[in-house]
């Protein structure tokens, strides 16, 4: 089991900044994926950003060049940098993990935490 909890959410205003916090309860060099993906009321989810196997992060295309994933592996906790927000950065963002059991690969999502972002 892995527990995932997201922080940082708020409101800001067009072209702003904000960052986000996803602490895991296991090691997060163990995890074969790491991400960050949002939805908006009346929309599917969207892919924020990911890491793979190979340390690549690849982004959406809609927040490329102003978004930033990273980790901390001592802290076990990943973080998503939004700069020069927009109005349709608005959504719930949900930090997401994938572990390998022996039963497959396990996935796990956060509780998500609220982004608004104001004209």
């Known amino acids: 089991q892995v527990q995932l909890v997201e922080s940082g959410g708020g409101l800001v205003q067009a072209g702003g900044s904000l960052g986000l916090s996803c602490a895991a309860s296991?090691?997060?060099?163990?995890?074969?994926?790491m991400g960050w993906y949002r939805e908006d009321l009346g929309k599917e989810r969207q892919l924020v950003a990911v890491?793979?196997?190979?340390?690549?992060?690849r982004y959406g295309d809609s927040v490329k060049g102003r978004f930033t994933m990273s980790g901390d592996n001592a802290k076990n906790t990943m973080y998503l940098q939004m700069n020069n927000l927009k109005p349709e950065d608005t959504a719930v963002y949900y930090c997401?993990?994938?572990?390998?059991?022996?039963?497959?690969?396990?996935?796990?999502w956060g509780q998500g935490t609220q982004v608004t972002v104001s004209s």
């Open positions: 997401y993990a994938v572990q390998l059991s022996p039963s497959g690969n396990d996935e796990y």
């Open positions: 296991v090691s997060i060099s163990r995890l074969k994926v």
């Open positions: 890491i793979l196997g190979d340390g690549i992060v």
